[in-house]
Antibody, heavy 120, light 111 residues
């Protein structure tokens, strides 16, 4: 079964850091591009960033609002995607989804999401 | 970069057809044929319904169809069913600086 499972969310104080993980199974993780998408409480979806496959350079792109405060990485040996978030602000409070990014510029598989709450 | 504009809500009776619009600009929807649509039930993860403007992934009902005209993309749900009640989001590629922009979201209600 094709599956993505996020973990690592929780409560963190403003200015703190958090690393989210996304474990992939059921497909060839190393050959696909992956993305993170977030959704603030009661709000819409917001693209956060993506990482290319190693064969396509393994490089990353980030949304302007989070650029400089997040780092997306991957460990293909563990079939795992990561999102390192630093200098967190209250407005970063959201459900964070990892999603497989297909060759048609669409997010075709999504995890169940992990909740990040930034509050003092 | 502002979100793509969608109506806040659309409703219809079972069996009817409804259309959700997604209005962008010449920098995103108008230039790229890379609009995707997602269905999200409350408390659940989004699900891909349409990609490249009008193509359906395997397993998605043919009651869902997509189109585009100028800067506006549209999702049509025909033969509306109770299970179609959900939030729907469009998304478009917006070039190599903005990358991806989502729509504001539309709540579909089946009367």
């Amino acid at each position: 079964e094709v599956q993505l499972v996020e973990s690592g969310g929780g409560l963190v104080e403003p200015g703190g850091s958090l690393r989210l993980s996304c474990a992939a199974s059921g497909f060839s993780f190393s050959s696909v591009w992956m993305s993170w998408v977030r959704q603030a409480p009661g709000k819409g979806l917001e693209w956060v960033g993506r990482i290319r496959s190693r064969s396509d350079g393994g490089t990353t792109d980030y949304a302007a609002p989070v650029k400089g405060t997040i780092t997306i990485s991957r460990d293909d040996s563990k079939n795992t995607l990561y999102l390192q978030m630093d200098s967190l602000k209250t407005e970063d409070t959201a459900v964070y989804y990892c999603a497989r990014f297909n060759t048609k510029d669409a997010f075709d598989i999504w995890g169940q999401g992990t909740v990040v709450t930034v509050s003092s | 970069q502002s979100a793509l504009t969608q109506p806040a809500s659309v409703s219809g009776s079972p069996g009817q057809s409804i259309t959700i619009s997604c209005t962008g600009t010449s920098s995103d929807v108008g230039t790229y044929n890379l609009v995707s649509w997602y269905q999200q039930h409350p408390g659940r993860a989004p699900k891909l319904m349409i990609y490249e403007g009008s193509k359906r992934p395997s397993g998605v009902s043919n009651r869902f169809s997509g189109s585009k005209s100028g800067n506006t993309a549209s999702l049509t749900i025909s033969g509306l069913q109770a299970e179609d009640e959900a939030d729907y989001y469009c998304c478009s590629y917006a070039g190599s600086h903005i990358f991806y922009v989502f729509g504001t979201g539309t709540k579909v209600t089946v009367l």
